[in-house]
């Protein structure tokens, strides 16, 4: 089986992002804020979106089921207060749900979470537990930066983020590290932001000790860990630098990186240096690099052809990468897999 | 020759810190500000702090010319005003043009610019002339972010920086864009923030047009481009989405990478990736990384035995990395070795 951990409902309904427009201009015109009842998506709908995209891809390209999830870039948790997210929140995992419920095959969700600048993130744990007991979800995605690119928030190491390990520790579900939309001019938002997000998590995870707090609390950092396995030189020497245990003691037991990296000498930088164990299979289709890649034929973001392709990785290692590591990490998936016979 | 892009004066001796730290005191409490006169380096204490230093390790490892300017992270144009930052940018500038003729075989001046957050850029340019015309420096370092971690300037292709860029042109000489100290607690100044300026910079430099305007400008990107080419797909499908060119004509024209990846995996993808005519051999030694990987034996930061050994590189291409391409891109350099007959 093949198990993409990195898919994002890029491409519901119009209707959801007609609803955020109007919840937005309520912020300033509370005449104009829509209720919930306002969003109508039929299942006929959620069939279409998911069957004509993500579905569709997914049986050309050969993967089975994706861990779903709100739109990453339309989490903009810097819009609004705590209450404003918490609708929008509610509303983006319902309807990852739903798609769940739908293709229960294909898709099980991850919740985003109602973060807000400045606001306690034990805030989001009612929304956690929800989308976890009733919805069957088997992981999260945490926004180190919900002002969207001012970088205002603690670093994850902080005490303030511990409600939401304590969380994931008692339901045994990692977290994706994963910012959303910029709106700080300097970063674009997947092209900068994003790989800044996912080096800065490293990091910010090699100068604490917080594992030492949550021996088993586990992170998946997205896009290839941004520039990390890149520079794994440069983050084995800063740990030293640091007086920390090497990483495989410090890092590795805890922290796991994605495949979204679209092109072959990526993946095949990130399956020489990282261990075959902490790489998970993801593509994060449909989403930021849609196009084919001209010196290939294919989309940037087909990873399983790198995957595929590499040198670097046995069949068991692929194995692994493509089914093993998910089910280790996300070991509610593997239940419910379990439970189905998979 | 064996030409390192990339060095800082990191091993100053202390009197420059303490007078650093009088000056910052001096913003809070005017008592305490010192004098231009009251900072006393020698040149036996100059010589002393790079024969034992910077020089020593380029003996060892078999480097000739290093391009030098003041310690990056000590620029931290976030602090004070313009009048602070343009005093110490001309102590910081002056020593390295102290040691550029003490030993003139072997380091030749980059600036520091006196930057500061909200001022206009084009302030820099009496002491970027200064440098060019007096000092005999080849180029300047150029920070995209002078708050420290903030971010609050605009992108690089903003038209506020273009004073900057037209000194550029005229004098014909590249910027390193390089940021300095982070003091925003989520960004490791060297772990997170340097990575992410570069990256941040590819990107800015891909959404714009900068160098429709500017045709002949230049820039090197340290540290191996942050995360750029290990995300080289993703860039060029962002390229895409956003209709620009290939990168080959969009951005390789005028911007260069540097070798400061410090590990093997790194420099292979670098070369494997990046046109041999856009890669300057650097090692930025003795910088952020200076201890030795347990896994070679040797330091981190002595990048030129990654050049040696990568499969990626011809001896000739090896000779641009480390000779041409740095001649090429510093104009000034070339004629000054020229002018010795080197």
């Known amino acids: 089986?093949?198990?993409?951990?990195?898919?994002?409902?890029?491409?519901?309904?119009?209707?959801?992002?007609?609803?955020?427009?109007?919840?937005?201009?309520?912020?300033?015109?509370?005449?104009?804020?829509?209720?919930?009842?306002?969003?109508k998506i039929s299942d006929d709908e959620l069939r279409e979106s998911i069957e004509a995209?993500?579905?569709?891809?997914?049986?050309?390209?050969?993967?089975?089921?994706?861990?779903?999830?709100p739109?990453?870039?339309?989490?903009?948790?810097?819009?609004?207060?705590?209450?404003?997210?918490?609708?929008?929140?509610?509303?983006?995992?319902?309807?990852c749900y739903r798609v769940s419920k739908l293709f229960p095959d294909h898709f099980i969700g991850a919740a985003m979470l109602p973060q807000s600048p400045g606001v306690d993130?034990?805030?989001?744990?009612?929304?956690?537990?929800?989308?976890?007991?009733?919805?069957?979800?088997?992981?999260?995605?945490?926004?180190?930066?919900?002002?969207?690119?001012?970088?205002?928030?603690?670093?994850?190491?902080?005490?303030?983020w511990y409600p939401i390990y304590e969380k994931m520790v008692e339901y045994d579900i990692p977290a994706m590290i994963h910012v959303s939309t910029s709106c700080n001019a300097c970063f674009h938002t997947t092209g900068a932001h994003y790989i800044n997000a996912d080096t800065t998590a490293v990091m910010q995870l090699i100068e604490g000790d917080l594992f030492k707090d949550f021996p088993?609390?586990?992170?998946?950092i997205p896009h290839g860990g941004g520039?990390?396995?890149y520079h794994w030189g440069r983050y084995r020497g800063l740990a030293q630098v640091l007086k920390k245990p090497l990483l495989l003691e410090h890092l590795l037991k805890n922290v796991f990186f994605d495949t979204c990296v679209?092109?072959?000498?990526?993946?095949?930088?990130?399956?020489?240096?990282?261990?075959?164990?902490n790489i998970l299979f993801a593509s994060e289709m449909i989403g930021a690099v849609r196009g084919i890649d001209p010196e290939t034929g294919f989309n940037y973001?087909?990873?399983?052809?790198?995957?595929?392709?590499?040198?670097?990785?046995?069949?068991?290692?692929?194995?692994?990468?493509?089914?093993?590591?998910?089910?280790r990490v996300y070991p509610r998936l593997d239940a419910a897999l379990k439970a189905k016979g998979r």
């Open 216 to 220: 088993t609390l586990r992170f998946v």
């Open 71 to 95: 739109r990453a870039s339309f989490m903009a948790h810097h819009i609004g207060d705590f209450a404003i997210s918490s609708e929008w929140a509610a509303i983006c995992n319902e309807l």
């Open 227 to 229: 520039a990390a396995p």
């Open 1 to 39: 089986m093949i198990i993409d951990c990195h898919g994002h409902y890029t491409t519901a309904p119009n209707a959801l992002e007609e609803w955020r427009n109007y919840q937005i201009e309520g912020i300033r015109d509370p005449s104009k804020k829509p209720k919930l009842s306002d969003l």
């Open 121 to 160: 993130p034990k805030t989001c744990i009612p929304e956690l537990e929800k989308c976890v007991k009733e919805y069957g979800f088997v992981g999260i995605n945490l926004n180190p930066d919900p002002s969207g690119g001012h970088w205002t928030s603690p670093p994850l190491t902080d005490r303030s």
């Open 262 to 277: 679209y092109h072959q000498p990526g993946i095949d930088l990130l399956t020489r240096v990282i261990p075959v164990d």
């Open 53 to 69: 995209n993500q579905l569709r891809l997914m049986r050309e390209r050969g993967s089975d089921l994706t861990i779903f999830s």
């Open 301 to 327: 973001d087909d990873t399983k052809r790198y995957i595929e392709a590499t040198q670097n990785l046995s069949s068991e290692d692929r194995s692994k990468v493509c089914e093993g590591n998910a089910r």
